[in-house]
């Protein structure tokens, strides 16, 4: 079994939940090792129905968009879907300031989410 360190992982329904567990993602190394914990979902796990869920996220450095950009490509090429739930009012608004609200498929909470896939 793998072990996580800025992730908490659950399988619901076919659906992989991702529970970020940094506050602020902000650090350059914390960064790494988020988006090598979650490529390594996709890639060695094969996770096709992925759900961030940010309820414990208080800061998003543009560096850690980045990465969730790479992973909703990396998602993509694998065939599979991944949503974003439970954004706080200010995350959220740097997701519609920078237009990712129209890349990625944001939804208010877990439940409503995993209703989507």
Do not use: W
């Not at 996770?47 to 909703?72: C, P, T, Y």
Request: net charge neutral; glycine share 6%; with cysteine.
């Amino acid at each position: 079994m793998t072990v996580y360190r800025r992730i908490e992982r659950t399988d619901t329904s076919g659906v992989t939940v991702v529970r970020l567990l940094d506050h602020k993602i902000l650090d350059a190394g914390n960064i790494q090792e988020l988006g090598d914990e979650l490529f390594g979902l996709v890639e060695k796990s094969g996770v096709k129905s992925l759900l961030l869920d940010f309820g414990q996220v208080e800061f998003l450095s543009s560096a850690a968009l980045n990465k969730l950009i790479l992973l909703d490509k990396k998602v993509r090429q694998h065939d599979g879907r991944l949503k974003l739930c439970n954004l706080r009012p200010e995350i959220r608004e740097v997701f519609v300031i920078t237009r990712l609200n129209q890349l990625f498929e944001i939804i208010d909470t877990v439940d409503g989410a995993l209703k989507a896939f």
